[in-house]
């Protein structure tokens, strides 16, 4: 049986990440979408919020589950049976960032491996941090997040 893990803050969760998801559940029996949970880092949605968004967003696939985890992620992985840490890359920027960490993560558990799934060309741009400028700013972000996660920002940003 095969298990893996697609960690990330998901602050908040966007088409990008949701055709990652979709896409990871027909490589592997498990999948665990695990939220990063960092109390020095400052989300705009709370771990709660994004668990909720994301569990529903999930629903369709079967063996897709969410999870939130505070600690190292090959810590989680190596509790939770999966030896597959994914990461999804839009760019070069990306790749070098996603490498140096999965260099990191391998010398913590060799045992645990990091497989790269290029984002598809129509979610390119989308980057949580300018999704949640532009909703702060009034502007449409219904083509770059599920509906659920644009109501969500919008309830944020009520003005």
Do not use: W
Not at 19 to 41: G, P, T
Not at 66 to 80: E, F, N
Not at 111 to 128: A, D, G, M
């Amino acid at each position: 049986m095969s298990k893996a893990i697609f960690p990330g803050s998901f602050d908040p969760p966007t088409n990008g990440h949701i055709n990652i998801i979709q896409r990871a559940s027909r490589l592997f029996d498990e999948l665990d979408v695990v939220i990063a949970v960092n109390k020095s880092k400052r989300c705009l949605f709370s771990e709660e919020e994004r668990r909720s968004m994301l569990c529903e967003l999930v629903r369709p696939y079967k063996n897709v589950c969410v999870h939130t985890y505070s600690g190292l992620i090959v810590d989680y992985a190596q509790k939770s049976g999966a030896n597959v840490l994914l990461r999804g890359i839009r760019n070069t920027i990306d790749f070098s960032y996603e490498f140096d960490l999965s260099l990191m993560n391998h010398n913590l558990n060799a045992n645990i491996e990091t497989l790269f799934i290029p984002t598809e060309q129509r979610y390119i741009v989308l980057k949580s941090s300018a999704i949640k400028e532009l909703a702060e700013f009034g502007g449409d972000v219904s083509q770059m997040v599920p509906e659920v996660v644009r109501k969500a920002l919008e309830l944020k940003y009520k003005k």
